[in-house]
């Protein structure tokens, strides 16, 4: 953004103009939407591939929704948060999921089976075949949830 100093910078003018012609609302919900827009208004970091040509680049973002998508059908657990490792070379070295998982199921299948999702979706998206220990893939349970009952209502 030539001229206009960095992203922060502006969305903190931003803000700042909707602070003064806003309801104290805007105040207090503020940093989060400001803390939301930049994350979005971020590019993802590099995430390197490589194909028959040669290699590629793709961001973070687009790897860690296809994992997103990938892993909506979990058994008894849902992804709540993925983040992304890479090295100096942009060659992706590690995972991270953190998962909610209903109460009263065993965590190990949902972790399994998120790790072998996410795996899968590496290779398929970056084209590299992953050896043990290329990438981990750690997993951690961050929540648990209950899941209600099916209610049936009487015919009226």
Not at 1 to 25: F, I
Not at 121 to 136: F, K, N, Q, S
């Amino acid at each position: 953004m030539s001229g206009h100093g960095s992203v922060d910078d502006l969305l903190e003018a931003a803000a700042r103009s909707l602070r003064e012609s806003s309801d104290t609302g805007w105040v207090r919900a503020r940093d989060t939407v400001v803390t939301r827009l930049v994350r979005a208004l971020r590019p993802g970091q590099p995430v390197r591939g490589t194909h028959a040509d040669g290699s590629f680049v793709v961001s973070s973002h687009v790897l860690v929704a296809r994992i997103e998508q990938a892993l909506l059908d979990l058994p008894h657990a849902r992804v709540v948060r993925i983040g992304v490792e890479t090295d100096d070379d942009d060659h992706l070295t590690g995972i991270a999921l953190a998962l909610a998982v209903e109460y009263g199921h065993p965590i190990a299948p949902g972790a399994a089976a998120a790790r072998e999702g996410a795996l899968a979706v590496v290779r398929e998206t970056t084209g590299v075949e992953l050896a043990p220990g290329d990438v981990t893939a750690d997993v951690m349970v961050a929540d648990v949830y209950r899941t209600l009952g099916t209610v049936t209502l009487p015919d009226v």
